[in-house]
């Protein structure tokens, strides 16, 4: 071997290391960067025949389990479809009150029984006749506040919809853009590392929100999917997209105003049940319109059996209780966030004990009733009972239940259902309303409490591998270093003895 050739296989040893600096300079300067995955350009002897020609460094490649790195992605949508629901339901459970607060649609709706019973004491009292009143006043507003934040919750559900499916559009096209370029560097024989790291951190962003599952190819580049598998084109050819809305109770989808979420020119909402655009559509569509539902039917149950019993005392802004239709609540959708005290009875407070509609009677729902009339007895307390015993209990008379209350085929489409059966009572009605929503809450807030402690766990276990040690780089740096510096000296050395031979010639 000449000395032409050791100084070659030198020369190629300085390159390989200048490499292999380039590669461990790159890993530490993006050791904090988020998602960055380790790279790593292992070591090549190169050789003819039997002789050693030198050394070469292979183009850097990711040290990334891909099996766990598939499973963190997973989880990411995961906890962002249990947060996005549990921080909905969260903000609904601030303004439905605690017990202990009075608050609450249970402790209000006893509140108001507490003023009947205290004005069945005193029925000649105007004071407590507007006591009545203002409790009843209270409870309808309180009705309205939460009927007005489940709506609210439902906009800004429809609000992140759209930014969110704009987001995983630009993520899905920033993967065509990465895969035709890894493509094509990895055709030309060149290192794609620090591209598949951005096309990493694209694709945890697009299984965030839609909970997309990759397959890589031999070409280097991904194919994507979603959960129920409808594959999510990965060339740029179909965005997604869907539209803005301003939505109202009456507003259901499909069919009912509400936009979809598109794929090119395909509806594809039925196939995005994962991640944070599942969870917007579930609280848009089914766990905000079956809320409003339940508060629209303890509404019109309220309004209803108060005027069964001869006192109007709730209604809408004109002074009239909506009545069932078909489907169930078609005429009620959205009663609960514009039920009010009948104007009636607030321009004349003695109405709580005389009452404002005669009931002619019926076997199976109220007995007969006569207000009391103008100039009539101020001791009178007919009504008063009829409120306490009937429009407050069980039954509609004595020996007759309430009409059951609705608890499917409810909403505008007549689609929904809640999770509780027809309670005997307005008091039943309200707690088995308030309770559903506080389990819903309190079951979100525990699965995107462990989703997150999932994902914490199955993130350090991807660093162990994929990330960045800093103290490992270090160490390979050092070593470089000794290796960078004999090489060196074999250069050196080759020069020396060159000149000499130049010297002897």
């Not at 699965?447 to 199955?458: C, D, V």
Request: glycine share 10%; aromatic share 4%; hydrophobic share 45%.
């Amino acid at each position: 071997m000449g000395l032409d050739v050791s100084l070659s296989i030198a020369n190629s040893g300085l390159a390989a290391i200048s490499r292999q600096f380039a590669v461990i300079s790159q890993n530490v300067s993006n050791a904090n960067s988020t998602n960055y995955t380790n790279e790593a350009a292992a070591l090549q002897a190169v050789s003819a025949g039997s002789l050693g020609f030198g050394v070469q460094s292979d183009a850097a490649t990711l040290t990334v389990n891909t099996a766990v790195q598939s499973q963190v992605f997973a989880q990411g949508a995961a906890v962002a479809n249990a947060g996005t629901t549990a921080s909905a339901l969260a903000g609904l459970d601030a303004v439905m009150g605690a017990p202990d607060a009075g608050t609450d649609l249970p402790s209000l709706l006893g509140a108001l029984q507490s003023q009947f019973m205290a004005l069945d004491g005193n029925p000649a009292s105007q004071t407590q006749a507007q006591a009545v009143v203002g409790a009843a006043q209270t409870l309808a507003g309180q009705i309205n506040t939460v009927s007005t934040t489940i709506g609210s919750a439902r906009q800004n559900a429809q609000n992140d919809l759209v930014s969110t499916v704009a987001a995983a559009d630009a993520s899905l096209q920033q993967i065509a853009t990465l895969n035709q370029q890894i493509v094509a560097l990895q055709n030309g024989g060149q290192s794609t590392a620090d591209l598949q790291n951005q096309r990493a951190v694209a694709e945890q962003s697009l299984s965030s929100a839609i909970g997309a599952n990759f397959v890589g190819q031999a070409d280097g580049s991904v194919l994507a999917f979603t959960s129920s598998g409808l594959a999510l084109p990965t060339d740029g050819s179909a965005p997604l997209s869907i539209a803005n809305a301003n939505l109202g109770a009456q507003a259901y989808y499909p069919g009912g105003g509400l936009p979809g979420v598109m794929l090119g020119g395909a509806d594809v909402t039925a196939d995005l049940t994962v991640g944070q655009i599942g969870a917007d559509l579930a609280l848009r569509d089914t766990t905000l319109p079956t809320l409003q539902a339940g508060l629209d039917e303890f509404s019109q149950n309220l309004a209803s059996q108060f005027q069964a019993q001869g006192l109007t005392l709730f209604t809408d802004p004109n002074g009239n209780v909506p009545q069932v239709g078909t489907p169930a609540q078609s005429n009620y959708v959205g009663f609960a966030s514009a039920i009010t005290v009948n104007p009636a009875v607030v321009a004349n407070p003695t109405l709580v004990r005389d009452g404002t509609n005669a009931v002619a009677g019926s076997p199976t729902g109220a007995s007969g009733f006569t207000p009391n009339p103008a100039g009539g007895p101020s001791g009178f307390t007919t009504l008063i009972s009829r409120v306490l015993t009937y429009a407050l209990g069980a039954n509609a008379q004595l020996g007759v239940a309430q009409p059951a209350s609705n608890t499917t085929g409810l909403g505008p489409a007549g689609t929904l259902a809640l999770p509780y059966g027809s309670q005997t009572s307005l008091a039943g009605t309200a707690a088995a309303f308030a309770g559903a929503e506080a389990a819903q809450s309190a079951q979100a807030s525990a699965s995107s409490s462990a989703a997150t402690a999932l994902q914490s766990a199955l993130q350090s276990t991807l660093a162990q591998t994929a990330g960045v040690n800093v103290d490992q780089q270090m160490s390979n740096m050092v070593s470089l270093q000794n290796a960078y510096a004999a090489n060196a000296k074999v250069i050196t050395a080759i020069q020396a003895m060159w000149s000499v031979m130049e010297q002897m010639i």
